[in-house]
């Protein structure tokens, strides 16, 4: 696709292959507020250049780095000196992971990258070769294999730890209230409805699920009602549409916290993925 002038957010997703998707930002100028992703984030630099800020560590990232967002991990991006930077990402389930990591240690286990790949030539051309051949692949064959030898080449040499997956320890309390946002997000939600489900307090419930999630349990919501979205969008449905069936109270409030979490608007989205 040829893309012209102001920002583009592209998303493909790549058939045949459950969850895995193409992202390509273009010309993006935009503050990303602190947020987490529920699969993991493999990316590029193309152009420009973005900061990051993860596990309390700041990466300053340029064309040529590459960028690994572990699923949970609590981050925030910024664009480098008021100038747009442009970028690829692929957005990896857990269960692709999982398969690759029980397949090279043996068992089930979890897997934790490296946040930041600089000044890696070798790395950085085996993801834009991976990322290229997914954007238009000959055959689900040659997506699929060049996916899993990239994948096993980034568990084995960028993973920085490998260890036997355990019971998800998060408070419990914290994952009921995840589970109630999840199957309710579009709906009118309260500390007292969260405290109701969990049994806690709301000013106690408040400070456990950003303690542990890293963002607010308001900021959570919003960010599966943007999520929700965006799914909408790309099955062809009116931005008015959109903005009320995901509990939005008005298209401009929509609008805000689209281009908010996204980088671009609703009207721009659609544009370059319609």
Do not use: W
């Not at 960028?67 to 100038?83: A, K, V």
């Not at 920085?160 to 997000?185: D, M, Q, W």
């Amino acid at each position: 696709m040829n893309v012209i002038g102001k920002e583009a957010l592209i998303i493909k997703q790549i058939p045949g292959i459950s969850s895995l998707r193409l992202v390509t930002g273009v010309d993006i100028l935009n503050d990303f507020p602190k947020h987490v992703h529920n699969d993991c984030i493999a990316g590029i630099i193309t152009a420009g250049k973005r900061n990051m800020t993860i596990t309390g560590s700041y990466h300053s990232l340029s064309a040529g780095d590459i960028f690994i967002i572990n699923s949970g991990e609590p981050h925030s991006l910024q664009s480098s000196e008021g100038e747009p930077h442009s970028y690829r990402v692929l957005i990896i389930p857990d269960y692709i992971l999982k398969e690759v990591a029980a397949d090279i240690y043996g068992s089930s286990f979890n897997i934790v990258f490296t946040n930041c790949i600089k000044n890696d030539q070798d790395s950085f051309l085996r993801l834009n070769e991976l990322l290229n051949i997914l954007d238009d692949p000959d055959s689900l064959f040659e997506s699929e294999s060049v996916l899993f030898s990239f994948l096993e080449f980034l568990v084995r040499y960028h993973s920085v730890r490998g260890f036997p997956a355990e019971e998800n320890k998060r408070n419990n309390s914290v994952k009921l209230a995840a589970e109630y946002i999840n199957e309710n997000f579009r709906d009118h939600i309260t500390l007292d409805d969260l405290s109701g489900v969990t049994g806690v307090s709301p000013f106690h419930l408040n400070r456990t699920f950003t303690e542990e999630t890293g963002i607010s349990p308001h900021a959570y919501q919003i960010q599966r009602r943007i999520e929700f979205s965006k799914r909408l969008l790309l099955e062809g449905f009116s931005i008015s549409y959109v903005s009320a069936e995901s509990g939005f109270t008005d298209q401009s409030h929509y609008t805000r916290f689209f281009k908010k979490i996204t980088g671009t608007t609703p009207g721009r989205f659609v544009m370059y993925n319609i």
